[in-house]
């Protein structure tokens, strides 16, 4: 119903009487143009609109506010009181925040709309969410205004949501006062507080002092952050670290920062480790080889400057792979923990030390020029490292071997240096090892003819220049030939004859030692099936290729190929091998001897423990070293020891060979002590296979 028109209408009679009739329909006329401009004007505006006259009385509204509120638009109606409608509106559940409190939100409403000026929020059943605004006219009545912000209300509740539940750290900082406004659960859980203790907090409270000052700045907008790893302070001091991501906004008229916190204190703790690992051995926690060569080469500079001395000491554990092969990995493991925290404390607080791989240690010492302190700091290693580990409930003793090279008397870079010092090394332990050595440009000399002869070694394998040679073994009561000894023998094209005690060694290191102990075997047996029957050769086992290979199906191949009887064959062992006291030695020994192949104890006596050996290896062969044998005419002490190894000998039920015999004196006294075999120049030299006569094969003229 049209509101105008009903106060038109409402005019008093009298007035219109005495008003000229055609008056009188102008001012109708105008009247309701106005009431339809100002309706029509009403009914544009997106806003809900109501006016109240001062009793709280319905006067106009418009479709708008008939829209929002329409479960109550029903009792909307000229002259009807909006506390009425208000209450009717509750009773039906029109208004959700009534419930429960009907009366008090009633007044509160009410008071409301008596002291107009203050905006509010309304929210209605269906979920909408009505902003009230109301102004007083001049007449006492009132202005409504009502604006539907649902929308943005639930734009501000997933904002809220975000912020609040969000698994990411963040805060509102407010930049004039250096505080956090607010703060979600996973800020409060991020640096130890309760949520309820955020707000207001100092935000330097959060950084390292070293920090605060960079960070104060930034949050500001003041420095490009990103990538920046802040360091922030847990509640409890722990260090926490960061990359902070800020936003400028407005909150509450206020100039304020979003900072967004990720934490990478796990991921920086990872990578460290990672870039630890990287540069130390991860068993001993020392230094690697990478770390080693830049702490030289920092070294190295230094001591230019100060015109100082840098020592570089390689030390090697000595015996530390029979330890490990024997009593296993773990053993090994935990002498190599043992014997590196024993080199960092003998070699002092001023040395750096490194474990560069296996059982090899360098340690790095500053000094001063023409200093002394490299030997004294190698005395004390070498002296130090020989004292015993407990392992486990074990007394383990290795030992150190010391190899030294000095800068700049040595050289000047660390490529240099770290090879003279393993140059020395080797020397040391070619002298015996438990002692050390200093570089001489002679190693370095040396060192390269052995890379030559390397280079010659392996050219001789590939093209067969290794040939094998045959020295009798005479039965030295009867002087019959009874087998040959097979020697290898290397003709260089340019050195001449090689003889094993030069290369083997340099074999056995390289990784040549299996191939060349298989050609050498195959090649004896069967250059020994053109021998008179019966006839043993004899071949020698490298500990390095029993160890390495698999020695009892070698030696079944080399038998099965060539079509020699086992008990033709016989394998010559030294101590060595048996020091690992290993059961798959002794498996692969019974094996043998179950086979039928003969197994001998070569340089019998030079050992410390070969008495046990004999006890619990199952030799057929005793072979005295030569050193004893050619002693016998001038050292009363060889007899002894030679005349109680043939005796072992007999008792156990063994062949005993003396080695090295070259006169006729010592043969004599070999054969009155009973001796069974013999062999060395007195009889022959090694020769070819092809040199073998027949008459060579059966006696040997000097024996008999």
Known sequence: ???????????????????????????????????????????????????????????????????????????????????????????????????????????????????????????????????????????????????DITDMKRREESVRLLFESNPVPMFLYDSVGCVLVSANAAAALHFGYDAAQLPGLPAKNLFTPDDWHDARRALSGGLPHSDHIWRQVHRDGRELESILFTRQLDFDGRPSVLVSIFDVTERRRAEAKVAHMARHDELTGLPN????????????????????????????????????????????DSLLFSAAERIRELAGPEAFVARIGGDEFVVLVPLERNSEGALVIAERLVSGMAGAFSIYDQLITIGATIGIAMAPDDGDDHESLLKYADLALYSAKLAGRSGWSVFSPDMDIAAQQRR??????????????????????????????????????WHHPERGLVYPDEFIPLAEEIGLIDVIGQHVLQTACRDATQWAPGTKVAVNLSPVQFRSSNVLQVTMQALASSGLEPSCLELELTEAVLLEKSANVLSTMTALRALGVGLAMDDFGTGYSSLSYLQNYPFSKIKIDGSFVQNLNTRTNSQAIVKAIIGIGHSLDMTVTAEGIEDMEVLDYLRAEGCTQGQGYFFAKAIPAAELTSETQRTSNKAA
């Open 1 to 147: 119903m049209n509101l105008l028109r009903r106060l038109v209408s409402s005019w008093d009679g009298k007035t219109r009487g005495r008003l000229h009739s055609s008056a009188v329909r102008a001012a109708d006329d105008k009247a309701s143009l106005a009431q339809n401009r100002l309706y029509s004007a009403i009914n544009a505006l997106p806003e809900g609109i109501v006016l109240l006259d001062a009793e709280g009385r319905y006067i106009l509204w418009n479709n708008k506010y008939a829209e929002i509120y329409h479960r109550s638009a029903d009792l909307f109606q000229p002259g009807a009181r909006l506390e009425d409608t208000l209450k009717v509106g509750v009773a039906r559940g029109d208004y959700p925040d009534a419930i429960g409190r009907e009366e008090e939100w009633l007044r509160d409403r009410l008071g409301l709309l008596s002291n107009p000026g203050v905006r509010h929020e309304q929210w209605l059943s269906d979920g909408r969410c009505i902003m009230i605004e109301e102004r007083q006219t001049s007449d006492g009545g009132t202005v409504g205004l009502r604006v």
């Open 289 to 332: 080889r990478v770390h080693c060569r830049e702490a030289l080469n920092e070294m190295l500079a230094e001591a230019r400057l100060a015109e100082r001395s840098v020592a570089i000491l390689m030390l090697d554990l000595d015996h530390f792979k029979a330890v490990n092969d024997t009593l296993g990995h773990s053993v090994g």
């Open 452 to 489: 030559r002869l390397e280079s010659d070694l392996r050219r001789a394998v590939r093209e067969g220049e290794l040939a094998v040679h045959y020295q009798q073994l005479v039965d030295l009561q009867s002087g019959e030939i009874v087998g040959y000894e097979a020697l290898l023998r």
